[in-house]
């Protein structure tokens, strides 16, 4: 239960808020963190390590949006936290106030500008794009084909492309042992890349960090089934 649902009455028109990107970060997040994938190539690799031995983590980010033409769009910062399997919460801090999370049974968005969560049923709302990944089913890990990539600048860059196009392709680098960007384009050329900085992959996360309590008077919607 999403804290602070006690009688609202659920809505079944509700929809989310408009918020580009959003969605692209939010499958590049679920693959990023399920089960290690298999790469086509070496199994022992810094990626695979670092799925086999992360349960938790948690960073400031940038995310940085680009239309199918490559121009630059919009830049948010805010707060990521991740927790194995299928629990996690992006905090948008700027320019929107956007709150995201998972708790492995629903996926929530509360926009403050709107004073308005939208609750989705990660088993079924969202079975064709993150949930999927983040309810544990690691099988569609098998559509995904990873490649070790360039060395550039430090990083080392990881391709994932999908057996199916129209779900885009995921680009994921690595500094050292951690991850240091994410990248996500979807089949029509669009671009989301999320920086990582000031990672810590060893606190434990409290539950409360994925039920967030919603302040009183926020309007609190049961988005439509499809």
């Known amino acids: 239960m999403v804290p602070g649902r006690e009688g609202v009455p659920p809505s079944a028109k509700a929809s989310t808020p408009s918020h580009p990107g959003v969605r692209t970060t939010l499958i590049a997040l679920a693959l990023f963190f399920q089960a290690p994938p298999t790469l086509s190539q070496e199994a022992d690799t810094p990626l695979t390590r670092f799925f086999q031995s992360t349960q938790h983590l948690q960073a400031d980010f940038t995310q940085l949006e680009y239309d199918g033409d490559g121009v630059f769009q919009k830049e948010s910062t805010g707060r ?81 492309t999908g057996a199916d196009a129209e779900e885009g392709d995921l680009r994921l680098a690595l500094r050292g042992s951690v991850p240091a960007v994410l990248e996500f384009a979807d089949d029509l050329g669009s671009r989301v890349r999320m920086l990582l900085f000031s990672l810590d992959l060893d606190s434990e996360l409290d539950d409360d960090v994925f039920a967030p309590t919603i302040p009183p008077g926020v309007d609190i919607f049961e988005a439509a089934e499809s």
Not at 98 to 121: P, R
Not at 129 to 158: I, M, R
């Open 80 to 160: 990521l936290y991740l927790s194995r399997p299928g629990r996690f919460r992006l905090d948008y801090l700027e320019p929107d106030e956007l709150m995201i999370w998972a708790d492995g049974e629903n996926l929530s968005m509360f926009d403050k500008e709107l004073e308005q969560v939208t609750v989705y049923t990660q088993t079924e709302q969202l079975r064709e794009s993150a949930a999927a990944l983040l309810a544990g089913d690691a099988s569609v890990l098998e559509n995904y084909e990873v490649k070790e990539a360039e060395f550039d600048d430090g990083l080392q860059w990881f391709d994932l």
